[in-house]
Structure formats: C-alpha cells, structure tokens
C-alpha cells in the first residue's frame, strides 16, 4: 500500500503543549477508526510552522478526507516513491 508524507502548515506548532498535541493526537486517532483499517498514521514530525506526518493509505483522495473529518490542513500530499538510509550508501 502507498506511504504518503502530509506537509500541514499550522502557525506555532513547535510551541503547542504536551496536552494540545494529545489532543490533535487523539482527534486523528478518531477519525481514524472512523475510516477503517485501510489507512494508517505511521508518525509526524512537528516543527515551528509546520507538522509532516507520514501515512500509508489506498490513495491520496483517503488522506485529504482524514485531513477534511479531522480538521486538519493538508497541504500537500505527496506519494513516497523510495525510502534511503544510511544503510542505502553501502555496497554490497
């Protein structure tokens, strides 16, 4: 199944509280459930302005209508085409 990367502009989210991204937390974990099996909330990352979130899901359409039942802004979505680590630099 597809792993997408959301990119959320939300002004302030480095200062929100423990219990605000609980919160947040809770509120997508809802909608979620709501939605079913076929996507999932792998993590998110939250920076001064913005929170990047990766997901995997069907299609990019399930990601925008967890994002629209959640109230959440998405931004931009985009589709995770490879996955590199330090590990990709070896030879084998």
Request: negative net charge; glycine residues 6%.
């Amino acid at each position: 199944m597809p792993k997408y990367v959301i990119e959320r502009e939300i002004p302030g989210a480095g200062n929100l509280s423990d219990e605000e991204l609980q919160g947040i937390s809770q509120t997508s974990c809802n909608v979620l459930n709501d939605l079913g099996p076929q996507i999932q909330w792998v993590q998110s990352q939250v920076t001064d302005d913005k929170i990047y979130c990766t997901y995997i899901a069907p299609n990019e359409e399930m990601i925008r209508k967890h994002a629209e039942q959640g109230g959440f802004p998405a931004n931009k979505v985009s589709e995770v085409r490879s996955v590199i680590d330090p590990t990709t630099a070896e030879v084998s």
